[in-house]
């Protein structure tokens, strides 16, 4: 399966989007799938231990184009004492173009601080996944 990415008002990394396309091809998606929707955890990750915390990124298919968007990345996290749950902790919504920090109220993905915020997160997600450091990775489509 060719597979081709659609821009985002924020710039993607050419070496997410391999990761992405890998993860694809070792599933072997068919065709007919419009949505993916991609699981990193690290299983030994807890609101005592810490860890590396879980993503979530989905993408969907444009049928025309036959090329795929990025829909969100979400970076979960525990928050509250003495009952943590997990929650979001950072959230880049791409069919809104707006990102939502745990604390801060929604902005447009356009803002330079949110591009930044994204940057760093891109840096690390990626150091993570070449250190090995999630190792539940899932592939889900639809």
């Given at each position: 399966?060719?597979i081709k990415?659609?821009?985002?008002?924020i710039k993607?990394?050419?070496r997410l989007f391999a990761?992405?396309?890998?993860a694809?091809?070792?599933?072997?998606?068919?065709r007919?799938?419009?949505?993916?929707?991609?699981?990193?955890r690290?299983?030994?990750?807890?609101?005592?231990?810490?860890?590396?915390?879980?993503?979530?990124?989905?993408?969907?298919?444009?049928?025309?184009s036959n090329?795929?968007?990025?829909l969100?990345i979400?970076d979960?996290?525990?928050y509250g004492?003495p009952y943590?749950?997990?929650?979001?902790d950072?959230?880049?919504?791409?069919e809104?173009?707006?990102?939502?920090?745990?604390?801060?109220?929604?902005r447009?993905?356009s803002?330079?601080s949110?591009?930044?915020?994204?940057?760093?997160w891109?840096d690390?997600f990626?150091?993570y996944?070449?250190?090995?450091?999630?190792?539940?990775?899932?592939?889900?489509?639809?």
């Amino acid at each position: 399966m060719d597979i081709k990415f659609n821009q985002s008002v924020i710039k993607i990394s050419n070496r997410l989007f391999a990761v992405l396309k890998q993860a694809i091809e070792r599933q072997v998606v068919k065709r007919e799938v419009s949505q993916i929707t991609f699981n990193y955890r690290d299983s030994s990750y807890s609101c005592d231990a810490g860890g590396y915390h879980p993503v979530e990124i989905a993408l969907q298919k444009d049928q025309e184009s036959n090329s795929w968007s990025l829909l969100y990345i979400t970076d979960f996290c525990y928050y509250g004492h003495p009952y943590a749950e997990l929650c979001k902790d950072l959230d880049f919504d791409f069919e809104t173009e707006f990102f939502m920090g745990v604390y801060t109220p929604p902005r447009p993905m356009s803002q330079p601080s949110v591009k930044e915020i994204y940057n760093l997160w891109q840096d690390n997600f990626l150091s993570y996944l070449e250190y090995g450091a999630f190792d539940e990775i899932e592939v889900n489509a639809c």
